[in-house]
Structures are given as structure tokens and as C-alpha cells.
């Protein structure tokens, strides 16, 4: 099942752990491992108890981290990396075993890989405001959920006074503030060192962030620079923004990564639905605009389902997370172009990820965690039209995706118990390896320049090709120089740039990148 998150800050994850344990001879650590009875005996699940609130150190109160390993598969065993996969407000554990294979490969086969499910997410200090998802979705004005048009105020107003709502329900719900305020970044950053402690002997943190998961490196090695041994950040959010202002550069690459996905459609007809218009790329991007600018006023409508920009926009904006979505967006978009299809259309959009997933509809821990985080200087209405008119500026495609999440944050009642108030500039014991695509339409490339100017010695490597994180556009380059890193701790010239392995519009992916070049051979 495809699952996104509310900010889009992660990798699609999977569904739940099922909670079967066997325990089987605990280890020299502090962690007792069991069978998760997932189908891979291999993998295992554990339980840490960790301080819930870490500014307290007179509250007696603990939560459990639920943790899952993927053991290493050469011996000697070196150590583990922990791994943080994004949202904010995901699980990690079963995405870490659906990618075991692909990340022991880039990891080396020495290191043990754990992810736990972090506060907020699954099991662990779940925020919720509602009883029920139908009371959610009633309350809070759902079908402004994702307003697709930034000159539409009537909407705007309709959703800033529902994020007011939910601020209220949130504000009322038993229990919230206690939960809200504790799951913010500064505490998971302390959460992943509690797991440090308990299982390494050096007392080093190594470390695999992606999407928001770079936002919580970062903080983890801003917090705790002399237990760094290895980070590396990989689809980078600009963690400035992310503490302190709304998150507006995140879509600033995301109008030019639709230009040169049409372009780099048109080169490889047999897999491009554009191909057989004979029109040049620049024709079929501003017909594509003029549909979206049609739907405004008229939408379509295929069996009971409204197609409207809001719908066209956000299959696009996850369809861009991966060149593997690529071809069904051509054939999907291709068909709202005249002549249309909207049978072909529905049953492509049908397969798309986020096509059936209620953004906002599982809890409010995206927003607690998001927003909790966040000390930005615009709060009123009147404030914020600025901050409307900055998305919409940066991204003419997605921008607006960015302006409800801006409101919850703008009204959102509780702030993290911790936060980080530092400039994410340290020194790290070893140097950060940082990692961005060329064209990812949701962390782009000068978030990855802006970390690695902060962390001293930190190297960027550009992954000169699409999507969401470099998992999502395989190189043999950037794989080789992110294993070593892992391997012997090495790190590549400054600014390096490495080609792919294929282009966005062949039918490759990392895992076979990674079989050519002998990675995957313990598999
Ligand atoms: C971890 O905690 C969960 C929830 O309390 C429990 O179901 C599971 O059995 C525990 N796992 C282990 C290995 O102790
Ligand atoms: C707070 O977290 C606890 C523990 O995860 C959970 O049982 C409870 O339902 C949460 N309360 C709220 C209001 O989200
Ligand atoms: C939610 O559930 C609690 C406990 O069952 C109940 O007291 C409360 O009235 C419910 N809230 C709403 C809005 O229905
Ligand atoms: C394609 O378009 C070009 C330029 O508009 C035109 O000269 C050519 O005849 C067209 N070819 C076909 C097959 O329609
Ligand atoms: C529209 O697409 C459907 C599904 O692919 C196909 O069966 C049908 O023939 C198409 N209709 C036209 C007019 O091309
Ligand atoms: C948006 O762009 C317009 C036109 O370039 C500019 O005048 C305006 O200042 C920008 N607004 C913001 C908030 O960046
Ligand atoms: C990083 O981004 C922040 C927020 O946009 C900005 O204030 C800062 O100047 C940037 N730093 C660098 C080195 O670009
Ligand atoms: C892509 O390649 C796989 C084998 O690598 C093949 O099974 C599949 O049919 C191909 N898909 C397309 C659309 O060509």
C-alpha cells in the first residue's frame, strides 16, 4: 500500500508491524531481540525505554521506543546504523524491511541497520484530536485539504478558519498538550542516542536520514557534534526553515523538475504518451497548464469521481517523487489533453501513489511534530498572505500544496517542550556526507548547499538525476561513494557530481544498479 505523508517529506512506507514476538537469547546490549513475524526470519523487533520528557529530569515518566533490526550479513560486525525515513509522523520499522536488501547493500553488510518508529508515529505518543477519523474530517474543513489555487481567497479564508478549528479541538482533547509537546525533534534526537547508549560499546552515532529525517540529522549532529562517527543526509530539507519560517524553498525545484521530466519524455518515444502529438516540449507543458487552468473553472468529471486541479496536481506532485512513476504520468496526463480519455485517465490515476490516501485523515501527529518544532515570525492572517504569495512564487505547480500545512503551523497551540535553537553550523567528530538529486520536485538541490555550508568539512555530492532521495534515480557513482563512506569513512572531492546509471524514462531502478555492480551479491 502507498502511504504519503502530510508534508511529503518521506519515502512511501508501508503498512503496520504485526506485533508477534518470540524472544529468542538477548544479546550483551540493552535491548532484548525478538522475531517481529515478518516473513524474513532475520529481522528483529525490540522495545527501549527512553525518558518521555527530557527537560524533567525529575519526572519519572518513560515511553518505549519500538525498535527493528536488520542484522548484518558479513562478519565481523562493526556497529549499526539508525535510520530515519521522514514524514514527519511515520513509522520507520517496516520501511526499513522493505528496503533491508538495497540498504545493507549501500551500508557495506557490516553494520547492523535499526530504525525505530519515532514519537509521534505508530504506537509511540500517537498525537490525535478526534475520537474518530469521521469527527476529523467533519471538524476541520477537509475539503480545503489541499488548495491547488493561490488567487482562490474565498478557500484560503475557508482554511485558515479551519486550521483555527483544529487548533481548538486540539487545545480541548484530553491529553493533547502533554502529547504535543513531546514529540519534537530536539527530543527524537535524543531518543536516537538513548538507542547509541544502549547499543554501542564506542558510544557513536551512525546515522542515514532522509527527507525529514535530514532535519533530524541535522539537529542530532548540531545537539551531539563529538558522537558523530557517520551522517549522512539524503533528500534535504532546509532545516533553518523548518525551525524558523515556513517551508518555502522545499518546492523550489519543483516546477523545473516538471519541465525536464516532458523533456526527457519526448527523447524515449516508446515510453513517453506525449511522443505520437508532434509538439515540442515547451507546447505540451503549457497545454498541461491550460488544462489546470481549465479544471479551475470546469472540472471533469469520470463516474463519481471530479477531476479537478487539486486531483491533477497532487498525482503529480507524488508521481514526481520517482522516475518509476514517470511513464503512467505521461499516460495520465496525456490523456486529459484533447483528444481526452477519462477511462484511461481514472484507471492510471487509480495506481498512482497518494491517489487513495487521505492526507490528513490518520492523526495529528504531522502537524504536532511540524509544527511544534516551528518559531516563525508570522502569525495573523495578515501576516501569512505574504507567506501565501512566497509558495506560490516559488512553485507555480505546487507552491499552494504548501499553504494549508503554513496555516496549521501558524495556529497551531502547543510548542515543543525542546527545541533546537542553534544555526546548524558545528564541527562534527567526522564530517557529514550530503547528499540531492538534481531535479527533486519536494527537497531541492540548494537545501542539500545550505546544510553543507553549516557543517564544517561536510561534502556535497549532487545525484545528477530525479525524484525524491538518491534511492529514487540509481547511480553507480553516488552508491559507490556512500558505501565507502559507510565502509572506511572516506569522503569524495568537494561538489561532486555524479551521473546516473540510466535515464528517468528506462525501466531500471537502484536495485538494479546495484546488482551490476556487485553490491547486492550476498543477496
Ligand atoms: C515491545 O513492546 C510491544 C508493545 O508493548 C510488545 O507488544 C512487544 O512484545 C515488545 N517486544 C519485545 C521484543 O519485547
Ligand atoms: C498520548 O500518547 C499515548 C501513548 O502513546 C496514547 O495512548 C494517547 O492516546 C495519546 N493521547 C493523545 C491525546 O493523543
Ligand atoms: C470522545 O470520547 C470520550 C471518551 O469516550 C468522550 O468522553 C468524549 O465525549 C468524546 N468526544 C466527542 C467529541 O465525542
Ligand atoms: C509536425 O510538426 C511540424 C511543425 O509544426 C510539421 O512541419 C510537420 O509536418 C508535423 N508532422 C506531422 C507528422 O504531423
Ligand atoms: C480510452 O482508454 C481505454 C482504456 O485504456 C480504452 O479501452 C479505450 O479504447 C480508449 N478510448 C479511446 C476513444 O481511445
Ligand atoms: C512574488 O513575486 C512577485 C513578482 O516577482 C514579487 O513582486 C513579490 O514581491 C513576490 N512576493 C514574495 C512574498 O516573495
Ligand atoms: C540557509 O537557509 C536559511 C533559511 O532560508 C538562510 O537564512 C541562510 O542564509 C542559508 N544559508 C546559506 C549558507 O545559504
Ligand atoms: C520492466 O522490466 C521488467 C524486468 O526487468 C519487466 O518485467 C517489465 O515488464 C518491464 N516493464 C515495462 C513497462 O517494460
Avoid at 220 to 236: E, H, N, Q
Amino acid at each position: 500500500m502507498w502511504k504519503c505523508s502530510l508534508l511529503g517529506l518521506a519515502l512511501l512506507s508501508s503498512s503496520r508491524a504485526s506485533a508477534h514476538t518470540r524472544p529468542i537469547n538477548a544479546r550483551s546490549e540493552k535491548i532484548t531481540w525478538a522475531s517481529c513475524g515478518l516473513d524474513e526470519p532475520s529481522i528483529l523487533c525490540g522495545n527501549l525505554t527512553v525518558p518521555m520528557d527530557y527537560t524533567n529530569p525529575d519526572s519519572k515518566a518513560t515511553i518505549d521506543l519500538q525498535l527493528l533490526k536488520v542484522p548484518a550479513v558479513y562478519s565481523p560486525k562493526k556497529a549499526s546504523v539508525l535510520f530515519n525515513f521522514g514524514g514527519p509522523g511515520l513509522e520507520a520499522r517496516l520501511t526499513l524491511a522493505g528496503m533491508s536488501q538495497q540498504l545493507l547493500a549501500l551500508t557495506g553488510g557490516h553494520y547492523d541497520l535499526i530504525a525505530h518508529d519515532p514519537r509521534g508515529t505508530a504506537n509511540t505518543l500517537t498525537v490525535s484530536c478526534f475520537n474518530t477519523s469521521a469527527e476529523r474530517i467533519n471538524t476541520y474543513y477537509y475539503d480545503t485539504k489541499n488548495i491547488a489555487d493561490p488567487e482562490d481567497t474565498a478557500l484560503i479564508g475557508k482554511a485558515w478558519g479551519g486550521s483555527k478549528v483544529l487548533a481548538n479541538a486540539c487545545y480541548n482533547y484530553p491529553g493533547f498538550p502533554q502529547n504535543a509537546s513531546m514529540v519534537g525533534t530536539a527530543f527524537s534526537a535524543r531518543d536516537l542516542m538513548q538507542i547509541v547508549d544502549a547499543i554501542e560499546p564506542d558510544g557513536l552515532l551512525r546515522y542515514w536520514g532522509l527527507s525529514y529525517g535530514t532535519v533530524l540529522g541535522a539537529t542530532v549532529a548540531s545537539m551531539f557534534p563529538d558522537r558523530i562517527d557517520r551522517i549522512v543526509l539524503d533528500g534535504v530539507t532546509n532545516p533553518h526553515e523548518f525551525n524558523n519560517g515556513y517551508d518555502i524553498e522545499l518546492w523550489a525545484d519543483a516546477d523545473t523538475t516538471f519541465t525536464n521530466f516532458v523533456i526527457e519524455c519526448l527523447k524515449v518515444p516508446n515510453r513517453c504518451a506525449f511522443s505520437n502529438r508532434n509538439s515540442t516540449a515547451d507546447d505540451i507543458e503549457k497545454d498541461i497548464y491550460n488544462i489546470l487552468e481549465g479544471l479551475k473553472r470546469e472540472p471533469l468529471v469520470h463516474g463519481t469521481t471530479i477531476i479537478d486541479p487539486t486531483l491533477v496536481r497532487t498525482m503529480i506532485r507524488f508521481a514526481l517523487y520517482s522516475p518509476s512513476t514517470f511513464e503512467p504520468l505521461s499516460i495520465a496526463l496525456n490523456s486529459l489533453l484533447p483528444p481526452s480519455n477519462l477511462t484511461l485517465f481514472q484507471a492510471i490515476h487509480k495506481q498512482m501513489p497518494g491517489s487513495s490516501v487521505d492526507l490528513l485523515a490518520a492523526d495529528e501527529s504531522p502537524s504536532a511534530i511540524h509544527c511544534g518544532d516551528k518559531n516563525a515570525p508570522q502569525r495573523t492572517f495578515e501576516e501569512m498572505e505574504e507567506v501565501f504569495e512566497a509558495l506560490s512564487n516559488e512553485s507555480k505547480l505546487l507552491g499552494s500544496s504548501g499553504i494549508v500545512l503554513a496555516q496549521f503551523c501558524a495556529n497551531w497551540p502547543i510548542s515543543a517542550k525542546e527545541r533546537y535553537q542553534g544555526d546548524f553550523s558545528v564541527k562534527t567528530r567526522h564530517p557529514m556526507l550530503v547528499v540531492g538529486n538534481t531535479f527533486d520536485s519536494t527537497t531541492p538541490l540548494r537545501s542539500a548547499q545550505n546544510v553543507s555550508a553549516g557543517f564544517h568539512s561536510s561534502i556535497l555530492v549532487e545525484n545528477g538525476g530525479f525524484g525524491h532521495g538518491s534511492h529514487a534515480h540509481g547511480s553507480a557513482c553516488t552508491y559507490r561513494i556512500i558505501r565507502d563512506y559507510f565502509v572506511t569513512g572516506s569522503l569524495p572531492e568537494a561538489d561532486t557530481f555524479c551521473e546516473t546509471s540510466y535515464g528517468p524514462f528506462e525501466n531500471k531502478s537502484a536495485i538494479d544498479v546495484l546488482k551490476e555492480i556487485g553490491f547486492l551479491d550476498f543477496a
